[in-house]
């Protein structure tokens, strides 16, 4: 199965960057996922990491090191819109040979003050 | 569809009442998965659909809960005499295949039980 921790909350302030980390602990890797969630609605795709090294994608950023089980998403520039809850999910082996499932964590809030 | 579309939005049940959700992936989505998402928490797995075939349920909390994707499409959830505990948000997501580069979630379903 698969572990994921990611802090709780975390505040910053407009225009600042923010780093939310995520470690993970997993029997098989297939990939990391980075996803914001509004409150009340549905997830929304943020990023995708299989391999080592960093992702850029506009003012967010993802971070993969396999070797450690950890990444981290960057958000620069943080708009008042940015406030959102962040979950990072672990896709791995599923009870069928063959499947994968995305194993999500808590998700970590994120609250932008101005 | 442009989306995945789950109902009904909302849906309160007395307790020991049986309630059916319903997912509408998006059309030619392979993959299709169940989570539950308590308030507060990250989406828990709670079952995975290649085509119509189950692949896996290891996540249903209960046997009072059974889904299910008949012709490979349109899947539903159901939960038979619901308890409290089970209310949480009920979300749908889907992708192309296995190995697929994102997942698109539904806006989920809201159960109350009361």
């Known amino acids: 199965g698969q572990n994921i921790d990611q802090p709780t909350e975390m505040t910053a302030t407009e225009g600042a960057i923010v780093q939310i980390n995520c470690t993970y602990q997993?029997?098989?890797?297939?990939?990391l996922f980075w996803y914001q969630q509004h409150a009340g609605e549905a997830p929304t795709f943020l990023s995708y990491?299989?391999?080592?090294g960093l992702e850029e994608k506009g003012r967010f950023s993802s971070f993969l090191s396999r070797s450690k089980g950890y990444s981290y998403l960057l958000l620069k520039e943080l708009q008042m819109k940015d406030s959102a809850s962040y979950l990072c999910?672990?896709?791995?082996?599923?009870?069928?040979?063959?499947?994968?499932?995305?194993?999500f964590g808590r998700g970590t809030s994120l609250i932008v003050h101005p | 569809g442009a989306g995945v579309s789950q109902s009904p939005r909302y849906k309160v049940a007395k307790r020991g009442q049986d309630v059916a959700l319903r997912c509408d992936p998006i059309?030619?989505?392979?993959?299709l998965f169940w989570y539950q998402q308590a308030l507060g928490q990250g989406p828990e797995f709670l079952t995975y659909?290649?085509?119509?075939?189950?692949?896996?349920k290891s996540g249903l909390p209960s046997d009072r809960f059974f889904a299910e994707r008949p012709e490979g499409s349109v899947s539903t959830l159901k939960i038979q005499r619901t308890q409290q505990e089970d209310s949480a948000v009920y979300l749908c997501?889907?992708?192309?295949?296995?190995?697929?580069?994102?997942?698109?979630f539904g806006s989920g379903t809201r159960l109350t039980v009361v």
């Open positions: 990491n299989v391999l080592d």
């Open positions: 059309s030619g989505h392979v993959s």
């Open positions: 659909f290649q085509n119509e075939a189950q692949l896996d």
């Open positions: 997501a889907s992708s192309s295949d296995r190995g697929a580069l994102y997942y698109t």
């Open positions: 999910a672990v896709r791995g082996p599923g009870v069928r040979i063959g499947s994968y499932i995305p194993t």
């Open positions: 997993t029997s098989g890797f297939n990939g």
